[in-house]
């Protein structure tokens, strides 16, 4: 796995995701609406929109606003048209960048992405370029520490997971993508604190960066995750403990 559950954890930790709590409420939202637009409004039927939803309660955002965000996307209340798109570059270093968005306006973000990138020492790819260096992983956080960690990752494992990393304060579990709802519901059946349960773009490989280019690839990545159409950032840069716990958001 690259450092995206590590980056993710760590802001959370430090209150980053309080500190923009209306930006992610926006993002969050988002997803439901174009889950509900792609698939329906019922969550039993739609695995996008259940998906959707759950992660939104995850991050403790109110159930008013996941209700609204169902009725937009199923035009009970007016939204903006919504576009999937996916973006793909470079970093420093090297690095492999894959970015997910959701916009109105596909050349207004394009243009700030190339933007951003160009002042990050990064720079815009070509359809394809990096693509190939990710896969749909299934990926499961789950606050447990010394002992507990272990009957965690012996639980997943059972579960259906395919692998598991244990970290200082939590156990990061891989399945495939349909085990990941499974494997999120034993595990809280068993009564363990789940956090959260994504689908994301797992690198293939990871790329080990030195201090100082980590520190850029970080700041790039955090520009990056707090545009407007921006959802999600996946890289196949390996961030060690030191520097995602030095950096400063």
């Not at 798109?85 to 959701?102: I, Q, R, S």
């Not at 520490?145 to 639980?155: C, F, S």
């Not at 960066?209 to 950032?233: C, H, N, P, S, Y």
Request: proline share 3%; hydrophobic share 40%; net charge negative.
């Amino acid at each position: 796995m690259s450092g995206h559950s590590k980056w993710s954890t760590i802001k959370r930790q430090k209150g980053v995701a309080d500190a923009r709590r209306g930006q992610l409420f926006t993002k969050l939202g988002r997803e439901i609406v174009l889950a509900v637009r792609q698939g329906g409004a019922a969550p039993d039927m739609n695995p996008r929109l259940r998906l959707a939803v759950q992660k939104a309660r995850d991050h403790n955002m109110p159930l008013e606003n996941i209700e609204r965000a169902i009725k937009k996307g199923s035009g009970d209340l007016e939204g903006a048209a919504l576009v999937e798109t996916t973006y793909e570059g470079y970093g420093p270093g090297g690095v492999a960048l894959l970015l997910e968005a959701l916009t109105d306006n596909r050349n207004r973000t394009l243009q700030e992405i190339r933007s951003i990138l160009s002042r990050g020492g990064g720079s815009l790819g070509e359809s394809g370029s990096v693509s190939w260096l990710f896969e749909r992983q299934g990926v499961t956080i789950v606050d447990a520490q010394g002992p507990v960690a272990e009957e965690v990752a012996l639980t997943a494992i059972d579960a259906g997971a395919d692998d598991f990393r244990v970290e200082a304060e939590y156990v990061e579990v891989q399945s495939k993508p349909e085990d990941l709802a499974q494997v999120r519901r034993i595990l809280e059946e068993r009564g363990y604190k789940v956090t959260s349960a994504e689908l994301v773009m797992a690198p293939k490989s990871v790329v080990e960066l030195d201090e100082a280019t980590t520190v850029q690839v970080l700041k790039l990545i955090d520009r990056l995750e707090g545009m407007d159409d921006m959802q999600r950032v996946f890289s196949n840069a390996e961030f060690s403990d030191a520097a995602l716990q030095q950096y400063q958001f």
